[in-house]
């Protein structure tokens, strides 16, 4: 396993539309666990694998807190079948949008068909935090961020200070 790059707003590849896999094998499976690792360490709850400059449609999440017992997610191809016509707003971050948060609303709970870690199909509810997680991981394979969600002044700020901040870090670098 290894660590890899997270890339941040506003890198071109972000916007990409991710492509669906075609086979889970143990190349996808060592992608999967680089992606785990990778969150971790972060850290995070969520993660696409466009996050680190993987245009393929899988995610990786864990919300158990730090006490709790590891509890990974692994989802390829994932598609959302149901949404509830209930909404939840709560505020939202991204690893690709560092220290950025907006109040984000969406469906409450969700049911989400998608291959597991070994190829089979599933098929589940997921709801509270969970719920939010996938729905804000899966808007990344479709070139998505939460930033879309809030207003154009808004979001034109964040996007204005990161390219800022990404600037001076490069300057730095030299
Ligand atoms: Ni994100």
């Known amino acids: 396993m290894s660590l890899r790059q997270i890339i941040t707003v506003p890198d071109p590849l972000l916007r990409k539309i991710s492509a669906p896999v075609e086979r889970v094998d143990d190349e996808l499976r060592a992608l999967l666990d680089d992606m785990l690792e990778t969150m971790y360490d972060a850290p995070g709850i969520g993660l696409a694998a466009i996050q680190i400059a993987v245009p393929r449609r899988v995610l990786v999440m864990d919300i158990s807190r730090d006490d709790e017992e590891k509890d990974p997610f692994f989802l390829i191809n994932p598609?959302?079948?149901?949404?509830?016509?209930?909404?939840?707003?709560?505020?939202?971050?991204?690893?690709?949008?560092p220290e950025h948060y907006a109040e984000i609303e969406r469906p409450a709970s969700v049911t989400v068909r998608y291959l597991d870690r070994n190829g089979k199909q599933q098929e589940r509810d997921f709801d509270e935090l969970l719920a939010r997680v996938v729905q804000h991981e899966i808007d990344h394979l479709d070139g998505k961020q939460f930033i879309d969600y809030i207003s154009k002044l808004k979001r034109d700020r964040i996007v204005r200070k990161l390219t800022k901040d990404r600037k001076r870090a490069e300057s730095v670098a030299l």
């Open 79 to 97: 598609e959302i079948i149901r949404f509830s016509e209930e909404m939840s707003l709560h505020d939202e971050g991204c690893l690709s949008i």
